[in-house]
C-alpha cells in the first residue's frame, strides 16, 4: 500500500486529491494505494467570495461547503489538525488521531492571518479576507459618512495580489453609487516604488487611479497603526491620517512549517518547478504554502496541485515524474462594481493588460460560482 | 573578488520572481528582522539593483554590496 497524505483541504489540497482519485482509481480500488486528506474543519472556504461580502453582495456562508460534498469518495477525508511532521520518518502527528505515515506528503495547509504582527492594526484596521472581518468591513462601509478611506498593504507576501487594485478601485465606484462620492477621499498605499508588484499590472492601474481621483503613496511600509489618533506610521517615516482604514494584514504559513524545519514564516522552500520540498524526500508544498516565486493566489493552488497530481502518479506507477510547473497564474481583476479585466503570465511572461470590460466581469462572477466544479477537480 | 565578503544572516532568494517581486520579498523580510541583521536578496530582476537602493536610501537601512553572481545577483543589506 502506497499512501499519499495530502494536509490542507484548500483549492490546493482538495483539487490534488480529486485528480488523484480519478487517476489513481483503478489502484485506490484494488487497495494499493490510500489518497488521504487531512483538514482542520469539515468545510472547504472559497476565499474569493468574501471581497463581496465586503460590499454587501454575498453572504459568508456562501464561501463554504462541506468538504464530504466535494472530495470523490475514493478520497479518505479526514477531519483533524495535523500537529507535527517528521520528515526522517515519514510520520504526521494529529491531533486527535495518533500518527499517521505516509510515503508522499503534499503540504497545502495555506495561509493565516497575523494582523497583531502589526502594532494597533487590530484596533484600527479592516479587512476582507476572512468571514468576521469581511461583515465588519461591510457595516463599517455602510455607516461610513464621509471622509477619508485608506487602503494599505501592510503585510507581504499575501493572498491575491490582484485585490488591492480590485478593492480600491470598486470602493471608489461603490462610494460614487451611492452619491457620496464627493464627500470620500480615496487613498492607496503600497509598499514598492509603484502600485503593483507587477510593472505592467502598475501601469494599467496607474491612469485608473489618476482619473478616478485616488491619491496614491508608493514606497509605504506600515510599522504601526494609531487607533485612537486614527494615523498611520510607516518604516520610511511618513504617517498618513484616516477615517476608515482597510488594510492587507500580514500573513504567515503555519506553524508546523517552521517547526519542522521545511521553510522559514511557515511557506515550505520548494523547487519552483517541481515543487518538491528542497529540505525533505517525497514531501511536496502547493499553493500559498510553497515559497515557490508565484503569487499565493487560487489559480497558482489549481494549476500545482494538477502538476503535483501527475507527478504522484509518475512515482506510484514507478515512472520518473517529469510534469513541471512553470508559473502558470491566471487572475480576474475587478475595476469597478461593473467592469473587469483579468491577467495571465508565469514565471517567464509578464501579463499582457486588457482594457475593463462588462463581460469579464460577468465571467468572474460566473466563474465564482463554477469555481465549485474546479474544487471537484472538473473545470 | 567580493562573493565572500558579507556572511548574510538571512538569505531571501527571489530569482525567478515575479509577483510580487523581489523588493516586496525583501521589505516583507527587512520589517521582521532585528536591527543589524545582515540580509542577502538574490535576484534575477536587474530592475532590483535600481529599486532596492532607492527603497534603502528612503527607509533609511544600509546598503553593503550588490554582487554579480553571473546569473543573479546578491544585493547585500544591513537592517538599521
Known sequence: ?379 | MSEHKHTPDVTVDARGAGCPGPLMDLIGKVKTADEGTVIELQTTDAGSKDDVPEWLDKAGHELLDIVDQGDYWSIYVRKA
Open chain 1, 1 to 379: 500500500m502506497q499512501r499519499i497524505l495530502i494536509v490542507g483541504g484548500g483549492t490546493g489540497g482538495t483539487v490534488l486529491a480529486n485528480r488523484l482519485s480519478t487517476k489513481l482509481d483503478d489502484e485506490i480500488d484494488a487497495d494499493e494505494v490510500e489518497v488521504r486528506l487531512v483538514n482542520d474543519g469539515p468545510d472547504h472556504v472559497y476565499k474569493p467570495v468574501y471581497l463581496y461580502v465586503a460590499f454587501g453582495q454575498r453572504e459568508p456562508e456562501d464561501a463554504l461547503r462541506p468538504l464530504s460534498d466535494l472530495v470523490n469518495p475514493r478520497v479518505t477525508l479526514d477531519v483533524d489538525r495535523v500537529t507535527d511532521v517528521d520528515t526522517d520518518a515519514k510520520r504526521v502527528t494529529r491531533h486527535d488521531g495518533g500518527e499517521l505515515d505516509y510515503d508522499y506528503l503534499v503540504l497545502a495547509t495555506g495561509a493565516t492571518l497575523v494582523p497583531e504582527e502589526t502594532p494597533g492594526l487590530v484596533e484600527g484596521g479592516h479587512h476582507f479576507y476572512g468571514p468576521e472581518g469581511a461583515e465588519n468591513l461591510r457595516d463599517a462601509l455602510a455607516d461610513f459618512e464621509g471622509g477619508r478611506v485608506v487602503f494599505s498593504v501592510v503585510g507581504t507576501p499575501h493572498m491575491c495580489p490582484a485585490a488591492p487594485i480590485e478593492f480600491t478601485l470598486m470602493v471608489e465606484d461603490w462610494f460614487r453609487e451611492r452619491g457620496m462620492r464627493d464627500e470620500v477621499d480615496v487613498h492607496y498605499t503600497y509598499p514598492i516604488m509603484r502600485l503593483h508588484g507587477k510593472q505592467s499590472i502598475s501601469d494599467w492601474a496607474e491612469p485608473r487611479f489618476a482619473d478616478r481621483d485616488i491619491e496614491t503613496h508608493t514606497f509605504f511600509n506600515v510599522e504601526e497603526v494609531d487607533p485612537e489618533e486614527q494615523v498611520l506610521h510607516t518604516v520610511e517615516g511618513e504617517s498618513l491620517d484616516y477615517d476608515l482604514l482597510v488594510a492587507i494584514p500580514p500573513h504567515r504559513g503555519d506553524d508546523l512549517i517552521v517547526e519542522s524545519g521545511l521553510g522559514d514564516d511557515g511557506w515550505v522552500e520548494v523547487d519552483r518547478n517541481t515543487l518538491e520540498a528542497t529540505a525533505a524526500e517525497d514531501v511536496y508544498a502547493i499553493g500559498d504554502t510553497a515559497a515557490a516565486p508565484a503569487p499565493k493566489a487560487g489559480s497558482v493552488a489549481h494549476y500545482e496541485a494538477g502538476v503535483v497530481a501527475e507527478r504522484l502518479a509518475s512515482s506510484v506507477h514507478g515512472h520518473v515524474p517529469t510534469e513541471t510547473y512553470h508559473g502558470k497564474t491566471i487572475c480576474f481583476m475587478e475595476a469597478g462594481m461593473d467592469d473587469a479585466t483579468y491577467v495571465s503570465f508565469d514565471y517567464e511572461n509578464e501579463p499582457v493588460m486588457r482594457d475593463e470590460n462588462k463581460f469579464v466581469h460577468w465571467a468572474k462572477l460566473a466563474y465564482n460560482e463554477s469555481y465549485w466544479l474546479t474544487a471537484r477537480g472538473l473545470l
